[in-house]
Structure formats: structure tokens, C-alpha cells
């Protein structure tokens, strides 16, 4: 079992910046990659970012050249800096751990709004 747990959302302006951290814990040596999704309401739940390793990301079209996600493996933290935000990008915010065998794991979530 893997328990992940959000946090950094918030409320931000258009053109802001925010940082959401998700620390893991449990059987970190099952996961081969971690993620963020999000999920704005009346939609599916959708891949931001994906990271294997410093070398190997994956970002959805939307947050590309704006999203940077990060891996901390010292310190089980997976990270995701969110910059030149847009109202379009509000959304809850999940932490989403991989692992090589199974079902994935999930955060409960933090809340993300972009607004002036």
C-alpha cells in the first residue's frame, strides 16, 4: 500500500504561480512513476504531468512550457510548479502513484482556483 498526501492549492490570480507537494509513503519500491491529475467540475479526472525519473516526464499539451513536475526520491516527494496559471486551470488536484503491478493510488485531492 502507498498513502499519498497533497498540499499547496490555493487561490490565485491569473498569471500566478503556485506549487503543489505530495509526500508518499508506504511501499515507495512498488512505484514506477508518479503523477498529477486534475479534475474541474462536470469533467474527467486528466493527466497533467507524469515522472519516471528526471530524465523521463510527460505533460498534457494544456501545461506544457508552463508545468515543471519533480521527483525528491530522498524524501518520497513528488512536486509540481505551476506557473502562468489561467482560470482554465482550475481544477482539484490529485497526487497519483503508479505502480508496476495493480491498481494505482491516489491523494484526496487539493483545490486549485485561478481567478482574479
Known amino acids: 500500500q502507498v498513502q499519498l498526501v497533497e498540499s499547496g492549492g490555493g487561490l490565485v490570480q491569473p498569471g500566478g504561480s503556485l506549487r503543489l507537494s505530495c509526500a508518499a509513503s508506504?511501499?515507495?519500491?512498488?512505484?514506477?512513476?508518479m503523477g498529477w491529475y486534475r479534475q474541474a467540475p462536470g469533467k474527467q479526472r486528466d493527466l497533467v504531468a507524469r515522472?519516471?525519473?528526471?530524465?523521463?516526464?510527460n505533460y498534457a499539451d494544456s501545461v506544457k512550457g508552463r508545468f515543471a513536475i519533480s521527483r525528491d526520491n530522498a524524501k518520497n516527494m513528488v512536486y509540481l510548479q505551476m506557473n502562468s496559471l489561467r482560470p482554465e486551470d482550475t481544477a482539484v488536484y490529485y497526487c497519483?502513484?503508479?505502480?508496476?503491478?495493480?491498481?494505482?493510488?491516489w491523494g484526496q485531492g487539493t483545490q486549485v482556483t485561478v481567478s482574479s
Open positions: 497519483n502513484a503508479e505502480p508496476y503491478k495493480g491498481s494505482y493510488y
Open positions: 508506504g511501499s515507495i519500491f512498488s512505484i514506477k512513476a
Open positions: 515522472i519516471i525519473s528526471s530524465t523521463i516526464t
